[in-house]
């Protein structure tokens, strides 16, 4: 009994399979060979979505509808008018300050009054000493801290160097803003905590945390303020 040699296909992706099939009959032998091709399944590879680079025209558009409707909740939130809301909030981009971090600072401070006075002599919206606003500006007056843009310049630049002054911890620079860097210094010194309750109030009166603005080019849906 002999059997048929199988046909062999060679090619990438084919599969051949060769059965030899042997019948007999009497004394002849009939060898008969039956091939089956297998092809395999065919994979459509999905488009691949290319992700392009936002436009610098896109990017400033998302950030200026991100501040215009920044502007517009810290008004409708803390009820004031909507050209301080924007003063505060860009002094506050400007001098490295978290604005919602500005904003509850100013409401602790001052409840957003640009004429208060404190009975230590604070003065303006940030309430800024005297001194400190001197060691700030040598050339500023007095009565220039009424002036709120020059008041908040000054104290977001102080909350900015204090932050720095401690590695970037918030509490502690809200603390030092209220009670001075010397006293906090002396307190810390002698083993206590100097927290007086003011880092708390200020961050529990901070600014609420606004929907994210999503913008159609940099990955979401278009979503711009009004």
Request: proline share 6%; net charge negative; no cysteine.
């Amino acid at each position: 009994m002999q059997l048929a040699k199988p046909m062999t296909y060679t090619g990438i992706g084919v599969l051949v399979a060769s059965v030899a099939v042997v019948l007999e009959t009497g004394e002849a032998t009939q060898s008969a060979v039956r091939t089956e091709t297998v092809l395999p399944a065919t994979v459509v590879e999905p488009p691949v979505q290319q992700m392009m680079e936002p436009s610098e025209e896109l990017i400033a558009e998302a950030q200026h509808a991100l501040r215009r409707k920044a502007i517009r909740e810290a008004a409708k939130h803390y009820d004031i008018r909507r050209d301080l809301a924007a003063t505060i909030h860009d002094i506050a981009v400007e001098e490295g300050i978290e604005p919602d971090l500005a904003f509850g600072l100013v409401w602790v401070e001052s409840r957003f009054d640009p004429e208060a006075v404190s009975h230590a002599g604070a003065v303006g919206l940030a309430q800024l000493m005297p001194a400190t606003a001197k060691g700030l500006d040598p050339d500023i007056r007095s009565s220039e801290l009424f002036d709120p843009e020059r008041n908040l310049r000054l104290g977001m630049r102080y909350l900015r160097h204090l932050t720095d002054r401690y590695d970037g911890n918030h509490r502690m620079a809200l603390i030092a803003y209220n009670r001075g860097p010397g006293t906090v210094a002396r307190v810390r010194a002698a083993g206590e905590d100097p927290s007086n309750g003011y880092a708390g109030m200020v961050l529990e009166n901070r600014l609420p945390d606004i929907a994210p603005l999503q913008v159609e080019g940099l990955g979401h849906a278009a979503l711009l303020a009004e």
